[in-house]
């Protein structure tokens, strides 16, 4: 299937041929039609997937056709998000894909001055990302009217419920104007999310794509079984040969997370290291150099890395195993995304070994052992 066959209007066409999209991900193929017809969606679909893009393109396709646009400057769709990395990266989306249209988008979130976003937004704004609290905090300020809202999207509910957002959604239902259409992503529909989606979805079609261990099957994994003081050399030497790949290394400290950073860059390769105990600025600024090539190996903690995409990363490296199996498929599902081959790279020191067990039954996979350097 093509863009052009799912009804892809001549500016978003123009816009996705240049960001080298050539065809529809699965569930871009099953969401953009049940959109564009103006329905209420259930998506069961992780990051990595092409989620963003299949409610990006229909929202701007369809306020682009709208008359009510030339109207009035006024927030027209509304994408909620758990993180601010997550905003971030859905309003970069709304703006490559809306670079042909004259559609206003922007992005809110907190942690930062508030004032360069009130600014924006005072300027007039059609698609608005955001995390809830800062959304809460501008509408309480009058900053932000939500009575213009047609579309809305409930993106990573999940998470958002993990989070403990599900008081501040709370508050912002009632604030929507009771006819709109709603798209509702989520990865996994325990029985909190499927509550929540029943009371905000009206009669809402179900699109689901691949669960998370089949994420995995794009991804080569490679295991070394090697002495925790030996890790650094062994970062060291993979690294000189991966030569100009991108590189995600999970760590499993913020502290372990700087020290790795040290020490790479002592030896000459460029990296920068992200967790909590950096201000989101240093965080963002770091995301920057990675995703532009600037740098190109990065290190983080689990939940720095949480939410972040990074198009075109070609190497996971986990210099620590993680705690849980699933952290493990997390951590190598951000490579091998949209039809390209990702390879995992698994650091195994002697008291990791039984972690090993607990993905291998996880995934169903056997990891191929390349190095044993412990005595
Ligand atoms: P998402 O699941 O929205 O986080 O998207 C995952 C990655 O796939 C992002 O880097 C997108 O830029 C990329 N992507 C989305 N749709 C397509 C497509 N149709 N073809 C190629 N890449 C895509």
Not at 28 to 41: M, R, Y
Not at 43 to 56: M, P, V, Y
């Amino acid at each position: 299937m093509t863009f052009t066959e799912l009804s892809i209007s001549e500016p978003i066409l123009k816009a996705l041929l240049i960001k080298g999209y050539q065809t529809p991900t699965p569930i871009q193929e099953k969401a953009i039609p049940v959109a564009l017809d103006g329905k209420d969606l259930l998506g069961i679909a992780q990051t990595g997937t092409g989620k963003t893009a299949a409610f990006a393109i229909p929202i701007i396709q369809m306020l682009n056709e709208s008359r009510v646009k030339k109207v009035r400057r006024e927030i027209k769709a509304l994408i909620l998000t758990p993180t601010r990395e997550l905003a971030i990266q859905i309003d970069e989306c709304f703006g490559d894909y809306s670079q042909y249209t004259n559609l206003r988008h922007a992005v809110i979130f907190g942690g930062v001055n508030q004032r360069p976003q009130v600014d924006q937004l005072n300027r007039g704004v059609d698609i608005l990302t955001a995390t809830p609290g800062r959304l809460l905090d501008l509408i309480a300020q009058k900053h932000i009217s939500l009575n213009g809202i047609s579309h809305f999207v409930l993106d990573e509910a999940d998470r958002m419920l993990d989070m403990g957002f599900i008081h501040d959604i709370k508050r912002i239902l009632p604030l929507l104007p009771k006819q709109k259409q709603t798209l509702f992503f989520s990865a996994t529909m325990p029985t909190a999310i499927a509550k929540l989606s029943r009371s905000i979805l009206s009669q809402p079609v179900r699109v689901e794509v691949t669960p998370a261990s089949s994420a995995v099957d794009s991804v080569v994994q490679h295991l070394y079984f090697v002495e925790k003081s030996l890790k650094s050399n062994l970062l060291f030497t993979v690294l000189q040969k991966a030569q100009s790949k991108s590189v995600l290394v999970f760590s499993r400290t913020k502290h372990g997370a700087d020290r790795i950073a040290r020490v790479l860059n002592k030896k000459g390769i460029g990296c920068e290291a992200i967790h909590g105990n950096k201000s989101q600025n240093a965080r963002q600024r770091a995301l920057t150099n990675f995703k532009s090539g600037k740098t190109k190996v990065i290190i983080a903690t689990d939940i720095a890395a949480r939410g972040i995409d990074i198009a075109d990363l070609e190497m996971v490296i986990n210099y620590d195993l993680p705690d849980v199996a699933e952290t493990y498929v997390h951590r190598i599902g951000r490579t091998g995304r949209a039809g390209k081959t990702g390879t995992a790279l698994s650091f195994c020191a002697p008291d990791e070994r039984t972690m090993v067990n607990d993905i291998q039954k996880l995934t169903g996979k056997k990891l191929n052992t390349v190095l044993t350097a412990v005595s």
